[in-house]
Antibody, heavy 122, light 106 residues
Framework: EVQLLESGGGLVQPGGSLRLSCAASGFAFSNSVMGWVRQAPGKGLQWVSG????????YYAESVKGRCIISRDNSRNNLYLQMSSLRADDTALYYC???????????????WGRGTTVTVSS | SYELTQPPSVSVSPGQTATITCSGYKLGEKYVCWYQQKPGQSPLLVIFQDGKRPSGIPERFSGSNSGNTATLTISGTQPMDEAEYFCQAWESTTVIFGGGTHLTVL
């Protein structure tokens, strides 16, 4: 079964850091572009970051550029998002996603995890 | 920055055709995907590359994209189709989502 399982969310103070993890199974992880999409409470979807299968190419939304680092461990089938200098507007449910093809190929995000909640508050 | 605009809400009667639009500058020159999200659930890809359906998505879901507008069409809409729908496109390697459209089936 194709599955993505996120972890690492929690309550963090403004300015703090957090590392999200995503455990993948059921597909060729190292061949897949992966990413993170977030959804603030009651709001729409916002793409956060993407990463090529090899890990050589990274992509970031302007809102997180310089504050987040996406990475992967293909030997463990894990994806990560290191978040720092967190702000209240980073509060959201963070989804791990698998791209159906290469970035920009039009295949969309065909696998979504259930998400992990990040709350930034003092 | 590139923006995708969707109507906040669309209503349709059961069995009728629902049309949800997504507008953006020269959107027809980009690939568009559509996602369905029901309350408490993760988004589900229902259309990719403008009009293709992933395996398991009913044939009543179709999509098109031309000019500045992409359209998701649900033919013979069922009560189970009531959900939030998001369009998505790429601006270079950046992923852009529309604001979402709540589809009410009543």
């Amino acid at each position: 079964e194709v599955q993505l399982l996120e972890s690492g969310g929690g309550l963090v103070q403004p300015g703090g850091s957090l590392r999200l993890s995503c455990a993948a199974s059921g597909f060729a992880f190292s061949n897949s572009v992966m990413g993170w999409v977030r959804q603030a409470p009651g709001k729409g979807l916002q793409w956060v970051s993407g990463l090529s299968g090899s890990g050589d190419s990274t992509y970031y939304a302007e809102s997180v550029k310089g504050r987040c680092i996406i990475s992967r461990d293909n030997s463990r089938n894990n994806l990560y998002l290191q978040m720092s200098s967190l702000r209240a507007d980073d509060t959201a449910l963070y989804y791990c996603v698998k791209y159906g093809g290469g970035s920009g190929s039009g295949y969309g995000m065909d696998v979504w995890g259930r998400g992990t909640t990040v709350t930034v508050s003092s | 920055s590139y923006e995708l605009t969707q109507p906040p809400s669309v209503s349709v009667s059961p069995g009728q055709t629902a049309t949800i639009t997504c507008s953006g500058y020269k959107l027809g020159e980009k690939y568009v995907c559509w996602y369905q999200q029901k309350p408490g659930q993760s988004p589900l890809l229902v259309i990719f590359q403008d009009g293709k359906r992933p395996s398991g998505i009913p044939e009543r879901f179709s999509g098109s994209n031309s000019g500045n507008t992409a359209t998701l069409t649900i033919s013979g809409t069922q009560p189970m189709d009531e959900a939030e729908y998001f369009c998505q496109a790429w601006e270079s390697t950046t992923v852009i989502f529309g604001g979402g459209t709540h589809l009410t089936v009543l």
